[in-house]
């Protein structure tokens, strides 16, 4: 057991790792590349490579298995992760620092907690609710500037981020309640595919010159391997051996990873407000998920049946 969740740790330690890795990676690329033909080449490899990955794993054989309420369900993902993965890569390319844009992202398992109360009637905890007002006041300290005007007020980029972290919990409910029976892997590849599809119709529209850098496309094949290939499926692995909210407190820690890959690889470093914004947010993200530790649960319903 002990070697079970040492095993789903370290899954969510290294995921947590190359997930951060997507922020610097995708920035060096989107900084010489237009965003559809990024997508372009970012999924057409993510896709290889899910593709390949499903079949020697031979999860291609369930496919024909899916029941129509499963294959609406993932065309739904589909459409979600297009709107999703859109407003994140656009994020990106807007943000200077990918740091502050990792800050924000923090917004996501708020917004989540908060769509599991109205949604799927989840309990909202004391403790919950303390996470979720630190991560939003550290989320408008990292993207405040000044102004006087609504459009001077926060930094550019800052609300296409809260539209990547509002499809993505979202989506997220989606998995939840609908996919549950389904792998990673077909999960995952189904992800690559849609967003495959939709980077190719992009650049039908945009019509960029399909000739990238050398650089580009170094940096395009090392973070489409290692984002969304390697680190969204050990986060799905992860989760077979720890609990989503221990899991989910190891990813809170991925703005560590992208500061120091941020100030290495750009030279870039967040102001003191949005560094004290950001660990907020951290903070915030790490009591959501401890509220729904196992041993924290269980003390609350005994308290609960103790006060009848």
């Given at each position: 057991m002990k070697a079970d969740r040492l095993k789903g740790y370290l899954y969510a330690v290294v995921a947590t790792i190359a997930f951060s890795n997507i922020y610097i990676f995708s920035k060096a690329a989107l900084n010489e590349v237009h965003l559809s033909l990024f997508g372009l080449y970012w999924f057409a490899l993510a896709a290889l490579l899910n593709v390949a990955w499903l079949v020697y794993r031979k999860h291609h054989r369930f496919l024909t298995?899916?029941?129509?309420?499963q294959l609406k369900a993932l065309l739904t993902l589909g459409i979600l992760e297009i709107l999703t993965t859109s407003f994140f890569f656009w994020s990106i390319q807007i943000i200077p620092d990918p740091t502050v844009t990792s800050f924000l992202g923090n917004l996501y398992p708020v917004i989540l907690t908060g769509m599991g109360v109205v949604l799927l009637k989840e309990k909202f905890s004391r403790m919950e609710a303390v996470?979720?007002?630190?991560?939003?006041?550290?989320?408008?300290?990292?993207?405040?500037?000044?102004?006087?005007?609504?459009?001077?007020?926060?930094?550019?980029?800052?609300?296409?981020?809260?539209?990547?972290?509002?499809?993505?919990?979202?989506?997220?409910?989606?998995?939840?309640?609908?996919?549950?029976?389904?792998?990673?892997?077909?999960?995952n590849t189904n992800r690559s595919v849609w967003l495959l599809l939709f980077s190719g119709v992009m650049v039908l529209y945009f019509r960029p010159s399909?000739?990238?850098?050398?650089?580009?496309f170094m940096n395009i094949a090392i973070g489409a391997t290692i984002g969304p290939f390697i680190a969204l499926l050990l986060i799905y692995y992860s989760f077979?051996?720890?609990?989503?909210?221990k899991s989910s407190i190891v990813q809170s820690m991925k703005v560590v990873f992208v500061l120091i890959g941020s100030l290495l690889y750009f030279g870039t470093f967040p102001l003191v407000h949005q560094l004290v914004g950001g660990a907020l947010t951290v903070l915030g993200v790490v009591l959501i998920s401890a509220a729904k530790l196992p041993r924290l649960t269980r003390e609350k319903v005994a308290d609960s049946k103790g006060s009848e």
């Amino acid at each position: 057991m002990k070697a079970d969740r040492l095993k789903g740790y370290l899954y969510a330690v290294v995921a947590t790792i190359a997930f951060s890795n997507i922020y610097i990676f995708s920035k060096a690329a989107l900084n010489e590349v237009h965003l559809s033909l990024f997508g372009l080449y970012w999924f057409a490899l993510a896709a290889l490579l899910n593709v390949a990955w499903l079949v020697y794993r031979k999860h291609h054989r369930f496919l024909t298995a899916l029941s129509k309420r499963q294959l609406k369900a993932l065309l739904t993902l589909g459409i979600l992760e297009i709107l999703t993965t859109s407003f994140f890569f656009w994020s990106i390319q807007i943000i200077p620092d990918p740091t502050v844009t990792s800050f924000l992202g923090n917004l996501y398992p708020v917004i989540l907690t908060g769509m599991g109360v109205v949604l799927l009637k989840e309990k909202f905890s004391r403790m919950e609710a303390v996470g979720a007002f630190l991560a939003l006041a550290g989320a408008f300290i990292v993207s405040y500037q000044g102004g006087t005007s609504l459009s001077e007020f926060f930094i550019p980029g800052a609300g296409i981020v809260l539209l990547n972290a509002l499809f993505a919990a979202i989506a997220s409910i989606v998995v939840k309640v609908n996919v549950r029976e389904m792998s990673p892997e077909i999960i995952n590849t189904n992800r690559s595919v849609w967003l495959l599809l939709f980077s190719g119709v992009m650049v039908l529209y945009f019509r960029p010159s399909l000739q990238i850098s050398a650089t580009a496309f170094m940096n395009i094949a090392i973070g489409a391997t290692i984002g969304p290939f390697i680190a969204l499926l050990l986060i799905y692995y992860s989760f077979h051996y720890i609990e989503v909210s221990k899991s989910s407190i190891v990813q809170s820690m991925k703005v560590v990873f992208v500061l120091i890959g941020s100030l290495l690889y750009f030279g870039t470093f967040p102001l003191v407000h949005q560094l004290v914004g950001g660990a907020l947010t951290v903070l915030g993200v790490v009591l959501i998920s401890a509220a729904k530790l196992p041993r924290l649960t269980r003390e609350k319903v005994a308290d609960s049946k103790g006060s009848e």
